[in-house]
């Protein structure tokens, strides 16, 4: 027996046949079987429930459920600005935010991923490579990363042109000043309240003796002494307190347009997935479910968006736009429902594939934008009783959310 008779009967032996369906060919085969739009592995139940004419109806008062709680749901932080009770500054606020953000957290963890890997490890889909590795988790990872991304480079998009603005505005006062015959003096001093350089420096040193443990939430009220000392204490406060209005503008811009571009695109995948259901028994739970789902997040935006302080132009067309999303996808879906087929190979890789994505951008958003901005405040630290109670709403939101995973 020659060489290669050899090699050829060792390769093809039994002991390296399951290694062979690993090579590029088997792969590429298995990726081709992955892209069939057969049906397979319909239930009984589910094909039994089938029936386009109701559920069409249903559609109809999903759009208008859906669309009606977004908007209620967006409007009430935006329209509650103007008044004492619903002002973003309230603790009740604060509270109803920490319910919201619970909600958008469940629906991540609990909705969104578990339904991504259902759908690519569906028996249905070949075992190599969908079985082999969790690509749902590593999906939603690679969003979570990616929306970190974006916001970091927001960020510092924003505080770029923040800075710029900051620096014409210093020109245009030096130069004023040097007109009327007024030369402001250097090294922090100031002069006709015009304070040129050393601000930024002098706020940091000012936060980093005076903002941490019990002394920043006490704030003045321990502060004492002379005239001259108050004074200049409370000028110190002026300084740190502006820096610090900057940097939280500037950071609730940035969160409400992530968070704006995160919920869009999470709405669009979950309206798609009602859209193209045929099945009324499928429609009636996703309908509660998303109109409740909806009206926390849009309460969650609508706050960001108040606090981002944009004008009442931008706020609109920034809440509009959320609320039609959600509606789009479901007449998007069902425009396709008539050819798409979701019971399919490729439609149950895209279906999980999109929902891998919308629960890592949730996640996220909910964890490091609006858990952790709110939780690890000044003002949640200074207030026992806000802490209580914002954990009690956050955790009732998740438990809530969470619940409803048992009928959607």
Known sequence: MSLLQELFSLLYSQEFEPKIQTLPGSFLRNLTESMSTVSCNVSADLE??????????????????????????????????????LRTDTNLFFAAKAFAAGVILATGFVHMLPDATSALSNPCLPKNPWSNFPFSGF??????????????????????????????????????????????????????????????????????????????????????????????????????HG?????????????????????????IIIGLSLGVSQSPCTIRPLLGALSFHQFFEGFALGGCISQAKFGSLHSTIMACFFAVTAPIGVGIGTG???????????????????????????????????????????????????????????????????SLAAWA
């Open 243 to 267: 820096f610090d209005d900057d940097e939280s503008g500037i950071r609730h811009v940035v969160v409400s347009q992530v968070l704006e571009l995160g919920i869009i695109s999470h709405s």
């Open 48 to 85: 039994s429930c089938r029936d386009e004419k109701a559920a069409l109806i249903l559609k109809f008062v999903a759009i208008a459920a859906i669309l009606i709680a977004g908007i209620i749901g967006v409007a009430i932080p935006l329209i509650g600005k103007k008044r004492r009770f």
């Open 336 to 402: 396709i429902s008539k050819f798409y087929n979701p019971n399919s190979p490729w439609a149950l890789v895209v279906e999980g594939i999109l929902d891998s994505i919308s629960a890592g951008i949730l996640v996220y958003m909910a964890l490091v934008d609006l858990i952790a901005a709110d939780f690890l405040s000044k003002r949640m630290r200074c207030n026992t009783r806000l802490q209580v109670v914002s954990y009690i709403a956050l955790f009732l939101g998740a438990g809530l959310m969470s």
């Open 139 to 240: 999906i939603a990872m690679m969003a979570a990363l990616g929306t970190l991304l974006a916001d970091f480079l927001s960020t510092q998009y924003y505080e770029r042109k923040h800075e710029r603005q900051v620096q014409a505005v210093r020109v245009n006062s030096a130069d004023l000043a040097s007109e009327s015959g007024f030369v402001p003096v250097a090294a922090g001093k100031e002069e006709g309240g015009i304070h040129i350089v050393g601000m930024h420096a002098h706020a940091a040193q000012h936060r980093h003796n005076h903002a941490t443990g019990t002394e920043g939430c006490e704030g003045q009220a321990s502060e004492g002494g002379s005239h001259e000392n108050t004074h200049s204490h409370a000028h110190s406060h002026s300084h740190s």
